[in-house]
Structures are given as C-alpha cells and as structure tokens.
C-alpha cells in the first residue's frame, strides 16, 4: 500500500468549478458533514478503492472519514461519498463515454441496495459533485484512478471555503462566492505550463487561439498525457471542463490537486469563449 500510494498521491474530484455544491453554511446537511464526517461507500473495484482509501488517509483533512464496503448502509448521520453515473441531459453529450461521478450526499437519501454506478442520483440533493470526464471528454473507466486526488482536493477545497468564510448562498450563487476565492488566492501566479489532452482541443478548446496567445502548453494523447501526470511537475496544470446540466472549469495543480482558478457557468457552455481564455491564460504567460 506504501509503494502504491507513494507512486499515484501527485496525480491528483469540485467543485464549480470542477464541481458544483448545493449546500451553504448555515443548512442542515453541512453542519452535519461537519459534526460527522462522511463515509466511503467501496464500488467493487478492488484497485479504485485502494487508491480511494490511500487519498482519503493521506489527502482528506476536512471532517472524519469511514469505510464500508459496497452495498452496505452508512449511518444515517454521516454523509456518503460514492460513485453514481449520470445519462446525458442533452444530444450532443453523448459521446462523454464517461457520466461516472465522485458524489458527496447526506446518507439518509442514500439507500443501500441501489446500483450506484449505473443508477443516476437526484444531484439537487447532494453537497457536492464532481464528474470524472471533465479532464477530458473520452476518460476511459479504467483510468479514472488517475483523478481521485484531485477530485477529492477540489471537492475538500470547496466545503474548506464555505466553512471558513461561512457562504451560506445556495446553488448558482454559492458557487460564484467560491470561485472568487479561488480567483482572489491565486491571481498573481504566472510561468505555468497548461496540459491539455487532445479530446479536449476537438471539442471546446479553440487550438488556434491558444497558439496566438503566446502561452505555454502542451497538446497531448493518452500516453502522453498519463506521463505528465505521473511526473507530477508542480508548473503543470490540467483544464477541467464538465458539462452536464451546469458547466464548470477549472484550473488543477497536477502535484497537489490544489484549484488556481474555477468558473461556474448555470447552463450548459458548449466552448470555452474569448472572454474566459483571457482569464485561463494569465497563469501561462
């Protein structure tokens, strides 16, 4: 366990940014989260779950953690972290091969004998979510690994923010007080390099405006791709870019998992426009 955790913790689920939260302060469901921890519910997949179980020991700083295995009740107080699939909301998501999602949720919705990774949840009626494909749009499952620190650092970073600066805004509104937070912490830094996966610039990243801009980045394929991550360089950073029934990007530090910036978009942002490229790229020049 040492050796595979000390191979896989700088690979590093958000939120609105790279998630979006439902939940403020002042609601019933966070002071829970907070008075009683959450509790990871196993999928089944013996390799995932140790990666889950090593992020959580080593990352997971928030509140408390258990562990159950899959198909057990967690305690009715507790908030249950597991995976859930979402079908796409409109056509043109479809070829999102991946809907598998990190979910935060407060255990009395949860029930125990549903198939979670292929039953969709009410995500109005979670914390916090985060999908696995906003790295890049065709994540094959066998990958996703790869993700779970920084699904879990962003997801951490987003509850920390509500907390320390008691938002107690919902929905729409909660999200835009976390992501100038965000904004404000990290707007000085410069000298990045941004990583971007080749699924991405097909889809809703304009290669040609990235390469007039001046900034450093590199265009990658799959294995490619996975050696940067693996390097773990603290000047890299992935773009996070999910689009389902809200849209939120997101800027990750591959090394720690730690977000420099996040927007949150309530509707669906089919393409990142000029206006949020500008603000991408200050951190690349």
Request: hydrophobic share 35%; net charge neutral.
């Amino acid at each position: 366990m040492r050796v595979l955790f000390t191979a896989y913790l700088f690979l590093f689920f958000s939120i609105s940014f790279s998630q979006v939260f439902n939940q403020g302060y002042g609601n019933t469901e966070f002071k829970n989260l907070l008075a009683n921890g959450i509790t990871y519910v196993k999928t089944g997949n013996v390799y995932f779950d140790s990666i889950m179980v090593q992020m959580l020991e080593h990352q997971w700083k928030f509140t408390s953690y258990t562990i159950i295995e899959r198909y057990k009740e967690p305690e009715k107080n507790s908030t249950a972290l597991f995976i859930t699939t979402q079908k796409p909301v409109r056509e043109h998501q479809q070829d999102r091969k991946n809907g598998r999602i990190i979910t935060l949720m407060p255990a009395k919705f949860f029930d125990e004998g549903a198939d979670y990774e292929n039953v969709p949840v009410d995500v109005s009626k979670t914390l916090g979510y985060m999908y696995f494909n906003g790295f890049h749009d065709l994540i094959r499952s066998e990958d996703e690994y790869r993700y779970i620190m920084m699904m879990l650092n962003c997801l951490q970073e987003g509850l920390a923010i509500i907390k320390e600066n008691q938002l107690t805004d919902v929905e729409v509104v909660l999200n835009e007080n976390i992501s100038k937070n965000i904004y404000e912490k990290h707007k000085t830094l410069v000298g990045n390099t941004l990583i971007l996966h080749r699924d991405q610039a097909t889809h809703f990243i304009d290669m040609e405006k990235v390469k007039t801009s001046g900034i450093k980045y590199r265009l990658l394929a799959d294995d490619e791709y996975h050696t940067v991550l693996d390097e773990a360089n603290p000047l890299h950073y992935l773009l996070y870019f999910g689009e389902n029934k809200y849209t939120e990007m997101s800027l990750i530090r591959i090394a720690t998992g730690e977000m420099i910036y996040t927007k949150h978009f309530p509707k669906e942002y089919l393409k990142i426009g000029k206006k949020e490229m500008k603000g991408l790229f200050g951190y690349f020049k």
